[in-house]
């Protein structure tokens, strides 16, 4: 058998008016650029295609490639994703109702695509409930435009429990990137940055008959390719585009062409890793890191957790006293961020993405670390949808809702907020305009009353102030030195909180240069 080669034209002009596509990348990883490229070509040049439907797990994309090139009013009619931080014209076509746009869970759109291929009339799931993706709340619908729509999550009972039913969504073509193909069409991912849910995509979509394009960096010949390291078998694969400009559309990561220490090819000197410069984030993430436990397994989200808590793990040498995970699938290691969130040096492992989603969602993992948008008097946590900047969720549901112990990371005020640090204490030099401890969330990313009735354990960390959610709601248990509590934190609240009995002052060696000693506070 041999396989198809085609050019990325080619591969543009296969894709019909109103077809339902998949796309498997993680921020630019993995990123088909070439075909997607292709595809906004086309529609600018004929029209064509036009009114599809787009669906991807993950965000894929910094800022200017990746499904950014498929941000086009008539050539996508609906997206269905979960994340759209990194992709600016897309959160402004769903803000503006130039698109039809459901969020779902990241991992559940991972999983999903394995419960399609094997048969499956969609997925069962308790992620999701009593957050905006439950249909009884917003059935994941981010613009008016989606409002009245049918919904793509249905609530069930099965066995005497809730649960939400994830429907089929029937693929007529997936994209995928590997980085060779040999000439039966056999594709491995070497120099991929993650394993992500590729077979999944494959085998979702040739169960409803659909087509499978695959873009790579090179060409083997035919029965050089080790079996264990090809991904996708040939016999699955329908048309391969051979990427012509690699530097440009084969990028390994936003801000790399290759390094083979991303892929795990070699390992890099880490004993000269710098600390980071006082700042607002590495004071919230000290404080955060003072919840952690010995011998426990971490998850870090964007934002500031994944900026700030590896360097920070590092600088204390508690490195070894931790297991650092991302939803990626990425086990220890340097944790990059920003636009290359979900990528590390030095890595112990590397999983498949779906496979990650398994762990969170079915064991929990121990402490997970997130930013947040804005938190209420329920403890509700809204960090998908501010006014109408519409991020979605990511992966941010499918960790939250199961982690044994949920910390999140975030000022106390937004826009506008400048403090700094003298002498153990924290100054508060403007404070932010805009007050993200509200009397209600925009919207349910996190519901605080399940968390209350399950006894999840939660903290909403800040650099002033500290509240751990209880039965009877959000208590704040901890304010920073040198602040004061009318002024600094009640007036800055749209609630009145409860305030423990034993009010402390927070550890004012985390406000100070040098190592704060958190590693004896590890227990």
Known sequence: MKAKFISSKEAAAMIKDGATIATVAMTLISASESVLKAIENSFLE???????????????????RGIQHLAHEGLVTRIIGSHWGLQPRWMEMIANNKVEAYCMPQGQIAQLYRSMACGLPGKLSK?????????????????????DLPDLVEVVNFKGEEYLFYNAIPLDFVIIRGTTADEMGNITTEEEAMKLEVLPAVLAAKRFGGKVIAQVKRVAQIGTLHPKQVVV?????????????????????????FDPAYCGDIRVPVSSIKPLPMSIRKVIGRRAMMELKKDTIINLGTGIPNDVIGSIAAEEGISDDIMITVESGIYGGVQEGGIDFGIGKNL?????????????????????????????????????KMGNRC?????????????????????????????????GKLNIVQEGSVKKLVSKVGQISYNGLLAREKGQRMHFVTERAVFELRKEGPVLIEIAPGVDLKRDILDQMEFK????????IMDSRIFQEGSFGLKDLLK
């Open 46 to 64: 004929t029209g064509r295609p036009k009114n599809l439907t787009l669906l991807h797990s993950a965000g894929q994309s910094d800022r200017v």
């Open 127 to 147: 992620v999701g409930l009593r957050t905006f993706i439950d249909p009884r709340l917003e059935g994941g619908k981010m613009n008016e435009r989606t409002k």
């Open 233 to 257: 078998p040939g016999v699955f694969v329908d048309a391969i585009v051979v990427c012509e400009n690699p530097m440009e559309d084969h990028r390994q990561t936003s801000s790399w062409y």
């Open 348 to 384: 112990y492992a590397m999983i498949e993405h779906h496979a990650q989603m398994d762990f969170y969602n079915g064991a929990g993992v121990d402490f997970t670390f997130m930013g947040a948008g804005e938190m209420d008097i329920e403890g509700n946590v809204n960090s998908t």
């Open 391 to 423: 991020t979605g969720a990511g992966g941010f549901i499918d960790i939250t809702q199961n982690a044994k112990h949920v910390i999140f990371c975030s000022t106390f005020t937004a826009k506008g907020l400048e403090i700094n640090f003298d002498g």
């Open 497 to 504: 909180p409860i305030i423990d009995k034993d009010l402390k």
